[in-house]
């Protein structure tokens, strides 16, 4: 209806600087990729999700819409977690033939934010099984998923630094300014020795991180929530 709200999120931009994909409920539930030319201003559904047979493609809740797409490097692929058959899967559209592929991920309750490595040879995610939330990667030439994280906390988000050699991610950790609750902070996971680093604590929650092209910044959305003390 009129009344619904359209939510257009979840933007991701070619390498190129010319088109830009993104979520749309344009047309209602569930949400569609559009591509935009940003030169027009003109966008275009590539797909149906009833042709295609997804059921949906998981944007978040409300307050907090996450990251849901990544494009590699190179442009030619974009990657997201979709539904189908009440499965979770990774989903690869290729923007020059313009075809999309389904990948297989059994075993898990749940796949979401998916982020390209700088080779365009695996892909992070975050992964629920057994109730457990932890970053995995996709190796996109053997088919096969590996467990990053393992730990009783709620690992999301991941995403791949510039050279490749780590993973910065957010996880659900005690709060610095509020120990009786849990906010997110953001993580560095070293892939060649599997150590993980806190990066920072200003409290509150710190979301969908993302690297600079040097390497030397990590980009993040941070919700700080300010405590008041009764005299």
């Known amino acids: 209806t009129p009344d619904i709200p359209q939510f257009n999120t979840a933007p991701v931009i070619a390498p190129d600087g ?25 966008s275009r559904r590539l797909w149906g999700l009833g042709r295609t047979a997804i059921e949906n493609i998981p944007m978040g809740n409300f307050a907090y819409l996450s990251r849901v ?21 990774l989903y690869f559209y290729d923007t020059r033939s313009r075809r999309l592929e389904r990948r297989e991920l059994p075993g898990f309750q749940n796949v979401a934010q998916p982020a390209f490595s700088p080779d365009g040879r695996q892909v992070a995610f975050s992964g629920m099984k057994d ?3 932890d970053v995995y990667s996709y190796d996109l030439a053997s088919g096969q998923a590996a467990q990053l994280t393992a730990d009783p906390e709620d690992d ?5 630094t510039p050279d490749g050699k780590a993973i910065v991610y957010a996880s659900e950790l005690r709060d610095a300014l509020d120990p009786a609750r849990k906010g997110r902070r953001l993580l560095r996971l070293d892939l060649a020795d599997r150590s993980v680093t806190r990066l920072e604590d200003v409290g509150g929650e710190s979301r969908d991180p993302v690297a600079s092209a040097d390497g030397r910044r990590i980009l993040t959305v941070a919700i700080v929530t300010a405590l008041s003390t009764a005299d």
């Open 18 to 42: 010319k088109t830009m994909y993104y979520l749309s409920t344009r047309h209602g539930y569930p949400p569609a990729v559009y591509e935009m030319d940003l030169a027009t201003r003109r």
């Open 69 to 89: 797409m990544d494009i590699s490097r190179d442009g030619s692929r974009l990657v997201f977690a979709g539904t189908r058959n009440h499965r979770d899967g």
């Open 131 to 133: 109730s457990f939330t």
């Open 156 to 160: 999301q988000m991941p995403y791949f």
